[in-house]
């Protein structure tokens, strides 16, 4: 049984560009997180998604940010028009059930905006 | 806000010894915690967790303990190996709004001298 995957395990932007992560659940896991981690500091949550539906999003920035998880495929973090300050590690996590139950990280996409 | 603490940034102990890592909670509405452990380059991996309604589970060398009268939670890692040099981080599910999302603490960096 594969872990969550996700890809690119790194990416380079340039400022203004656009960013693209993906993020492949295990399998018979329905409910997708998406979390952002600065050098040095712990994970912040940013979104929480089942197939096909935003649940919660309070951590997501009100602009440029956008997620995804379609009904069929991995689900996506897109990042519009990137700046410096986006570079991160982003850390996709998925789990069986929604809420207090096991959630497995992916190894996570290291985007660097030059 | 509420949020999840880390007494100690750091710890370094002997191989052999037994770790301590402690966590300090806020939120009384917090029912599920989650240690887990993170080394560089990777991510978060799930060690073990417990729920508010037990004190104390084990795993294989590790034991969590939970004490909700004074909101604290600790990892003990048995015979600590260089190979559990990481980070480790508690996070909680705060239930409520909160559905689906974990509030991860600041780290506790894990040093095992050979």
């Known amino acids: 049984n594969a872990g969550v995957m996700q890809n690119p395990r790194h990416l380079v932007r340039r400022r203004g560009q656009e960013a693209r992560l993906r993020c492949s659940p295990m399998?018979?896991?329905?409910?997708v997180y998406w979390y952002r981690q600065l050098p040095e500091e712990g994970l912040k949550f940013m979104v929480y998604?089942?197939?096909?539906?935003?649940?919660?999003e309070s951590g997501m920035p009100k602009e440029r940010f956008s997620a995804e998880f379609p009904k069929e495929g991995p689900s996506i973090l897109r990042i519009q028009q990137v700046v410096r300050g986006d570079s991160a590690a982003y850390f996709c996590?998925?789990?069986?059930?929604?809420?207090?139950?096991?959630?497995?990280f992916g190894q996570g996409t290291r985007l660097t905006v030059v | 806000g509420e949020n999840v603490g880390l007494h100690l940034p750091t710890l370094s102990v002997q191989e052999g010894d037994n770790s301590i890592i402690n966590c300090a909670y806020s939120?009384?509405?917090?029912?599920?915690f989650i240690w887990y452990k993170q080394e560089s380059g990777k991510g978060p991996q799930f060690i073990i967790d417990?729920?508010?309604?037990?004190d104390k589970r084990q795993g294989q060398r590790v034991t969590v303990l939970l004490n909700k009268t004074v909101k604290h939670l600790s990892l003990q890692i048995a015979a600590t190996q260089p190979g559990d040099s990481a980070v480790y981080f508690c996070?909680?599910?705060?239930?409520?709004?909160?559905?689906?999302?974990?509030?991860f603490g600041q780290g506790t960096i894990l040093t095992v001298h050979p």
């Open positions: 996590a998925s789990s069986p059930q929604g809420f207090n139950t096991e959630a497995f």
């Open positions: 399998k018979g896991h329905s409910h």
């Open positions: 998604l089942q197939k096909e539906n935003i649940i919660d």
């Open positions: 939120n009384s509405a917090s029912d599920y």
């Open positions: 417990i729920r508010s309604n037990m």
């Open positions: 996070a909680e599910y705060a239930g409520g709004t909160s559905y689906g999302k974990l509030t």
